[in-house]
């Protein structure tokens, strides 16, 4: 993830058409993957990332701020350990839901 190796903040956007049983979690495995496989090259202490994911279909967004010292958290911030597959029913301390609607 190019995300990991620049100095400055940065933003993951993930727009998903629906958020089904499995394609939530699906996304946070593959996210956990990348960050694992990158940490190393995080340098900036201070940089943020920024992950937004939103589902289309549910009108639903998660945001989550990440930082250098959250990776440890990794797991329990991408919900691994609960294996929470659908949006509508995500809840996570970790990150902030909105829903929204086209009015």
């Not at 089904?20 to 202490?45: H, M, P, Y």
Request: net charge positive; with cysteine; hydrophobic share 35%.
């Amino acid at each position: 993830m190019k995300l990991i190796t620049e100095k400055q903040d940065g933003a993951f956007i993930h727009l998903l058409e629906n958020t089904g049983s499995n394609t939530l979690i699906s996304v946070f495995f593959k996210l956990a993957r990348c960050f694992e496989k990158f940490q190393d090259q995080w340098e900036n202490e201070s940089k943020t990332i920024q992950l937004i994911i939103l589902s289309y279909n549910q009108k639903q967004l998660i945001h989550c701020q990440l930082s250098k010292k959250d990776l440890p958290e990794l797991k329990k911030i991408l919900s691994l350990e609960h294996k929470s597959g659908n949006m509508k029913n995500f809840k996570n301390s970790y990150w902030n839901t909105f829903s929204f609607d086209e009015s």
